[in-house]
Every structure is written in structure tokens, then in C-alpha cells.
């Protein structure tokens, strides 16, 4: 069974710019949920998608925000870049429930200039 | 509210044992484990739920304390393969849905030969 991809892998930006990201999940999982990770944060929940519909929501302003095909394929958008949007980005996929493993993907590094 | 994790860093040889502790001041519904090797994404170990079921893989043991939101993972005669930084993940009850994992800050793992 193939495992949670993302692309891209790599992504260097400019402030002010967006950027969007994609993750495909586990074939059958049906929720997928982002995190960003920064050495000074650490891991944090930005959002979670089932069913192309948002059902959790971290703390993170706006400028963040995501979707859900319904193919379960998620992406996420960061409009007007800040250099502290640099970070490692996350997807994890999920059959449902949070009884059950998350599956990281390998993670998509921005770097933001 | 992060959860808690200790201690921070452990250096071990190889043979040697480590627990590594996790906890939380809100009540838990379920505590995922992590491996994270620098520069790769977080691989799943372990998933505890309130009730007692255990769901893993791998060599490595945990117990999870629901009276007191703790949970401990137990790594024996360890490997070199183990070095890496261990990340626990919770949910809780209002966390707005199961799949919503708070991580704590991670514990660093460096096992010499």
C-alpha cells in the first residue's frame, strides 16, 4: 500500500507571495490533517479535513486555509508569506477517528525569503 | 494545552534501557507515539486509548495512566536505530474531534555504540 505523498518536497518563496501545497493520503483514508513544524513551535495542528469538509480547526490566522478533493486529497494554501511561515508542512491521513494511527507524509519544506 | 514530556534528552549505549514520559493536564482520550529522525517525517509507534487497548508495532512498550494522563513509553536493549526525537501526540475529549493531536516538545534519543 502506497504511503502519504506531498509535493512538492522543497519550496523557496519571497515574502507577500502564496503558496499552495498537495498531499495525497493512504488509499482509504478518508482524513487528512496538517501540521507545521518549527524548531522554536515544534509540531502544531493547523487544520483536519473529512469528507472535503473542515472539521477541526488550529490556531493559525487566516492566511492559512486548505481543502478537500473528493478523491481525499488535500491541499493547503498560505497567502502573503511571512518569514516565519518557514517550516517543515505535515499532512497525516487517517481512516477516521482519533483511535486510529496517523500516517505523516514525508513533509513539504518551505523556506521563506 | 501541550502536553508534557520528559526528559528532555536521554544519551544511552547500545543494550541500554529508557522511558520516556508524557503528561497532560486535560483528560486523554488517546496518546500516539512518534519517531522522528532528523530531517524525515514522524513514523508511528504506538497508540494508546482510555479503556487500556494498545495498538502497535515494533519492539517498543507503553502504558498509559488515565487517572493520572500519563503515558510512558518503554524502549529496551536499545538499538542504535533508535536514536531520534520521540513525540508524544493526545487527544482529549475537547479537543473539537479526535483527530486533532497536540504534540508535546519532543524527547531526544542518542544511542551510542
Known amino acids: 500500500k502506497a504511503g502519504v505523498t506531498q509535493t512538492p518536497r522543497y519550496l523557496i518563496k519571497t515574502r507577500g507571495q502564496q503558496v499552495t501545497l498537495s498531499c495525497s493520503p493512504i488509499s482509504g483514508h478518508r482524513s487528512v490533517s496538517w501540521y507545521q513544524q518549527t524548531p522554536g513551535q515544534g509540531l502544531q495542528f493547523l487544520f483536519e479535513?473529512?469528507?472535503?469538509?473542515?472539521?477541526n480547526k488550529g490556531n493559525f490566522p487566516g492566511r492559512f486555509s486548505g481543502r478537500q478533493f473528493s478523491n481525499s486529497r488535500s491541499e493547503m494554501n498560505v497567502s502573503t508569506l511571512e518569514l516565519g511561515d518557514s517550516a517543515l508542512y505535515l499532512c497525516a491521513s487517517t481512516t477516521s477517528g482519533g483511535e486510529n494511527e496517523q500516517f505523516f507524509g514525508p513533509g513539504t519544506r518551505l523556506t521563506v525569503l | 494545552q501541550q502536553p508534557v514530556q520528559s526528559p528532555q534528552a536521554v544519551i544511552l549505549r547500545e543494550g541500554e534501557d529508557a522511558v520516556i514520559n508524557c503528561s497532560s493536564s486535560?483528560?486523554?482520550?488517546?496518546v500516539h507515539w512518534y519517531r522522528q529522525k532528523h530531517g524525515e517525517a514522524p513514523v508511528f509507534l504506538m497508540i494508546?486509548?482510555?479503556?487500556?487497548e494498545q495498538k502497535g508495532h515494533d519492539k517498543i512498550s507503553a502504558s498509559f495512566n488515565e487517572k493520572k494522563q500519563q503515558s510512558s513509553l518503554y524502549l529496551t536493549a536499545s538499538q542504535l536505530s533508535y536514536s531520534g526525537t520521540y513525540f508524544c501526540?493526545?487527544?482529549?475529549?475537547?479537543?473539537?474531534?479526535?483527530?486533532?493531536?497536540?504534540f508535546g516538545a519532543g524527547t531526544r534519543l542518542a544511542v551510542h555504540p
Open positions: 501526540g493526545t487527544t482529549t475529549y475537547f479537543s473539537g474531534g479526535y483527530n486533532k493531536l497536540i
Open positions: 479535513y473529512f469528507s472535503e469538509t473542515q472539521r
Open positions: 486535560k483528560a486523554l482520550y488517546s
Open positions: 494508546l486509548l482510555k479503556g487500556g
